[in-house]
């Protein structure tokens, strides 16, 4: 029996907004070509670059940080900015983030950073930014079942986003985006509208929990987050996909095909 790939370290975010009528959450949707949860409606994310941990003194709120933890918050910060648009960084000496007019300027660097033309550190001496890793908020930790061909090792981070940044899909890894409601995203899973994958659905479950981004960041700050690595389990009455019950979900066990396609 082969051995079961290593988990590639991976992180994301789910960035937040207070909405109109309620608590919203910006979600992308994954380009039918890409070889993990293609057409998926999913938080901008993916997996961790090697220079990501090789820029603590560009970080702010990493102190405490060892180089792994600190990586998947530059990761984390980096996937957002390439996937939709949003940067958390500051100006040296400044509290307030970045402006929309500043993160305008920077949109070029979108693009470069993605076919690795240049490195987050690059990036950040070039233009003279701080990545605000203290404003990110961890939230869950899944690991890919050992049965899968690709794995990741990801950590789920929210994050307030700015209100004056504009959020837009980068058209390469996904081809849509939408500011939506926990409420709205479940709605269409269940109807087949937008096809989301487990360990999404799960967190979009638990966001439903929240009203705000506020009440959001709160209980994820009351909650152990515990690494969740799924398995199967086959039984007299079919095949389960199971979790544990301490990560403490809405579910922990859910059995195949009995959801709508």
């Not at 398995?231 to 990560?247: F, H, M, P, S, V």
Request: aromatic share 8%; glycine share 6%; net charge negative.
């Amino acid at each position: 029996m082969s051995q079961a790939p290593t988990p590639v370290p991976a992180a994301t975010i789910l960035m937040l907004r207070d909405g109109t009528d309620a608590l919203e959450v910006f979600m992308v949707v994954r380009h039918h070509q890409i070889d993990f949860a293609s057409g998926a409606l999913v938080f901008p994310g993916g997996k961790v670059d090697a220079g990501d941990s090789q820029v603590r003194s560009r970080c702010v709120g990493v102190d405490a940080a060892d180089d792994i933890s600190l990586a998947l918050q530059v990761g984390a910060i980096r996937e957002a900015f390439e996937e939709c648009g949003i940067l958390l960084a500051r100006e040296p000496g400044s509290t307030d983030l970045i402006s929309a007019k500043r993160l305008l300027q920077l949109e070029p660097y979108r693009e470069a950073l993605v076919k690795n033309e240049l490195s987050i550190a690059e990036f950040l001496d070039r233009e003279d930014l701080l990545l605000a890793c203290d404003l990110l908020q961890p939230y869950a930790h899944w690991v890919t079942p050992e049965m899968m061909p690709k794995r990741f090792d990801t950590w789920f981070y929210l994050a307030h986003a700015p209100a004056d940044h504009l959020a837009i899909h980068d058209g390469h890894e996904s081809v849509d985006s939408v500011w939506i409601s926990p409420t709205d995203a479940l709605a269409g899973a269940k109807t087949g509208q937008y096809t989301v994958i487990f360990p999404t659905r799960l967190n979009i479950e638990m966001l439903s929990e929240s009203d705000s981004v506020e009440e959001a960041m709160a209980m994820a700050r009351a909650r152990k987050i515990i690494p969740v690595l799924p398995w199967t389990e086959k039984r007299a009455d079919g095949n389960y996909l199971c979790i544990q019950a301490e990560a403490g979900y809405s579910i922990s066990e859910e059995k195949f095909n009995e959801r709508p396609a």
